[in-house]
């Protein structure tokens, strides 16, 4: 089959540096437990990785990160790279934890702005994926932030704000979060918006129009990663009459009969790590 692979794809700056630290933690730190709390990045590819290094993971998703933390006691406690609610390092540190935190250095920025815009007395709304953990640990910053769900918002809960700085997750798709700041615009006055996609997750997109007469699009990234997931939306409403897959794996894509594609445009997820890419890439060129 005859291939093109965008020119954005794979991990971003932000997974990357998160795993130099976790690499260089288990190097260092031989003789002590390490933790890690949640999945710092979401690929399961990945996260074996990460156990086969010896690190456990606290991802029992019937506890929660307090009951996680208070499970264990001495070591290192790994943060994930979504950033985390603060009055989790207290926590860690009564329970005799080290603290590694490997958030993102863009998602401490746009927390920062958060921070900066409460400071100043603005009513700052926090756009969104419900339960997701930088939507979390953004919403963790204050309970004066006004949440609204990226996929269905109530502006309802805007009624009568009359300063209003919006911020958001990363991760998001940018035509339709452009969207929802115009709705904010005609019913809200004097609305400040930061926009807060990362650099990344805009590219990935962006490289979606570099498709031009592919008729399989595939989307190589986990299902749980927002990033990767909207990078499959985004292909989808760009491209409705084509084949637009996601997958996580080889094995995963040769369950799919492709013999009727002549054509296949490849991009990935900003969690997606290159030894799942390059054998899927290898895969389509022979096929
Ligand atoms: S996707 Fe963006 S915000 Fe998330 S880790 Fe990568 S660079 Fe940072």
Redesign the pocket.
Known sequence: MEIKIAKNYGF????KN?LEIVNKTVLTSKDKKIYMLNKI?HNQNVIEQIKNLGVIILDDSSLTNEEKIKSISEGILIFS??GHDKKLDLLAKKQNLEIVDTT????LLNIKQIQNALLENKDVVYIGIRNHP?TEASLAISDKIIFLDFFSPDYSKLNNLKNISIHNQ??LIQDDLIKIYTKIKQICQNVEVHNDI????SLRQKSLLEVTDEDLIIIIGDKISS?STRLYEVGKSLYPNRTVLQINSLEELTKFDLSKYKKGFITAG??TPDEVINPIIKYLQNY
């Not at 971003?12 to 997974?15: K, L, P, R, S």
């Not at 990362?198 to 997750?201: H, K, L, R």
């Open positions: 971003c700056a932000g997974v998160a990045v790279a979504h993102c250095k863009k998602v930088e990363t991760t990362c650099f990344a997750t990033n900003a969690s």
